[in-house]
């Protein structure tokens, strides 16, 4: 059973930094290409950044590009987005996704197999 757990968010104030964890399990995820995606209320899912746990490649949203920055441990089955200089409007549920050959450089929600259960992040400025 395919699992992605998040963790890491909370709440801060505008200009701090925080990462977030996905731990992945349940299947070998080296052909999968690895989505963050964030919701405000009220608001549809929106991309963030991405990465493609073989190679490392990486690709992000021009709101992010520049303060997030996508990674991953191959050892530890987790990737991580490290966000710097956060602004209120970052504030919203983060999602991190798993999907396998995902070719495009943003590939929409839909094309994604496997979704964590979210975490909050809250910029207070």
């Known amino acids: 059973q395919v699992q992605l757990v998040e963790s890491g968010g909370g709440l801060v104030q505008a200009g701090d930094s925080l990462r977030l964890s996905c731990a992945a399990s349940?299947?070998?995820?080296?052909?999968?290409?690895m989505g963050w995606f964030r919701q405000a209320p009220g608001k549809e899912r929106e991309f963030v950044a991405r990465?493609?746990?073989?190679?490392?490649?990486?690709y992000y949203a021009d709101s992010v590009k520049g303060r997030f920055t996508a990674s991953r441990d191959n050892a530890k089955n987790t990737v991580y987005l490290q966000m710097n200089s956060l602004k209120p409007e970052d504030t919203a549920v983060y999602f991190c996704?798993?999907?396998?050959?995902?070719?495009?450089?943003?590939?929409?929600?839909?094309?994604?197999?496997?979704w964590g259960q979210g975490t909050q992040v809250t910029v207070s400025s």
């Open positions: 996704a798993a999907g396998r050959y995902l070719y495009s450089a943003r590939p929409a929600p839909s094309e994604y197999d496997y």
């Open positions: 349940g299947r070998t995820f080296s052909t999968y290409t």
């Open positions: 990465i493609n746990w073989s190679s490392g490649r990486t």
